[in-house]
């Protein structure tokens, strides 16, 4: 059975620095690209970024130049590196793993998803 989940959300400060953690079991990431997306309330799901075995990647303009996904494909697992938060970056993160190899910025492209690390940005 194919999983993912996720680690390391929290309350931050803006300005501040926060990295979460998702780890792909069942699967590897040689199988099925690995994405984040965040979802704050009222608003729709959004992709954030997406990352594949070979590291390409794709970052939504919105987060360009502040997030940063990486991949370690020895542990099935991806990080997102989120520099200079804002309080609009306030948002439950989820961890999502692609049908395929390549990845996407399609959210239908991606069938597994986890529960979801909260994320909150203090002014």
């Known amino acids: 059975q194919v999983q993912v989940a996720e680690t390391g959300g929290g309350l931050v400060q803006v300005g501040e620095s926060l990295r979460i953690s998702c780890v792909l079991s069942?699967?590897?990431?040689?199988?099925?690209?690995l994405g984040w997306f965040r979802q704050a309330p009222g608003k729709e799901r959004e992709l954030v970024e997406f990352?594949?075995?070979?590291?390409?990647?794709l970052v939504s303009e919105p987060m360009r130049g502040r997030f940063t996904i990486s991949i370690d494909n020895s542990k099935n697992a991806a990080y997102l590196q989120m520099r200079g938060l804002k309080p609009e970056d306030t948002a439950r993160y989820y961890c999502?793993?692609?049908?395929?190899?390549?990845?996407?910025?399609?959210?239908?492209?991606?069938?597994?998803w986890g529960q979801g690390t909260q994320v909150s940005v203090s002014s």
């Open positions: 999502a793993a692609h049908r395929g190899p390549g990845g996407s910025g399609r959210l239908d492209d991606y069938d597994i």
């Open positions: 990352i594949n075995w070979s590291g390409v990647r």
């Open positions: 069942g699967a590897t990431s040689r199988d099925r690209a």
